[in-house]
């Protein structure tokens, strides 16, 4: 099972809603912060996949019931609207939750980002840090 193209426009919205990007730091959108969760999603079993699919699906069901248009469309506003109510919704926490740090991760581990925050990088290309923090 793969996730149909609407199931994919709402992860790549939704990661906006958690990485919206501010400045000179990209939107989680501009980036392949999406492709990444889909390629770790699809390595779960099939009804934890099946269970992602059909959160998906009842979140773009949430943006066409309060704002009448498929979450893709919502401006920034409308995207952190669907955002906060997913995030508070009990029954989407366990989609929440992982989808929220996988894409958080994937998005703070690319150059684009990290860069534009200050930050060098994953160390682990470099060696690693010591058990003290140094680099090695």
Not at 114 to 122: D, E, K, N, R
Request: glycine letters at 8%.
């Amino acid at each position: 099972m793969s996730f149909t193209e609407q199931q994919y426009l709402v992860i790549k919205t939704l990661a906006d809603g958690v990485c919206p990007g501010l400045g000179p730091i990209p939107p989680s959108s501009t980036l392949p912060v999406a492709d990444m969760f889909v390629g770790i999603a699809e390595t779960w079993a099939p009804a934890v996949l099946q269970a992602t699919a059909n959160a998906l699906d009842i979140i773009n069901s949430i943006a066409l019931s309060i704002f009448g248009q498929p979450i893709q469309t919502l401006d920034q506003s409308g995207i952190a609207t669907v955002t906060e109510i997913v995030a508070s919704n009990t029954d989407l926490k366990p989609f929440w939750e992982p989808f929220r740090i996988l894409i958080a991760l994937n998005y703070y581990a690319l150059p684009p980002v990290y860069s534009a925050i200050g930050l060098p990088g994953p160390t682990i290309d470099a060696g690693g840090l010591t058990a003290e923090g140094y680099p090695v």
